[in-house]
């Protein structure tokens, strides 16, 4: 897990770790529209979602199965 970092892209976290896709979907993190959210980094979905990145990385690091 200690790739996940604030420049890690979202399809990036997807690739590493497919059983955070619900999760991330849940957020409203997808692979819709122009801008979308797969390309973006964590630290940017973060500043999407009004939360701070460490928070973020937190939370994703907890729904991640060991």
């Given at each position: 897990?200690?790739?996940?970092?604030?420049?890690?892209?979202?399809?990036?976290?997807?690739?590493?770790?497919?059983?955070?896709?619900?999760?991330?979907?849940?957020?409203?993190?997808?692979?819709?529209?122009?801008?979308?959210?797969?390309?973006?980094?964590?630290?940017r979905?973060?500043?999407?979602?009004?939360?701070?990145?460490?928070?973020?990385?937190?939370?994703?690091?907890?729904?991640?199965?060991?």
């Amino acid at each position: 897990m200690d790739l996940i970092k604030p420049d890690l892209k979202i399809s990036d976290l997807m690739k590493l770790y497919p059983e955070i896709t619900d999760y991330l979907l849940e957020k409203g993190l997808c692979g819709c529209g122009i801008d979308s959210s797969l390309n973006w980094s964590l630290e940017r979905a973060a500043k999407h979602l009004g939360i701070s990145v460490d928070s973020f990385i937190e939370e994703i690091k907890s729904k991640i199965k060991d």
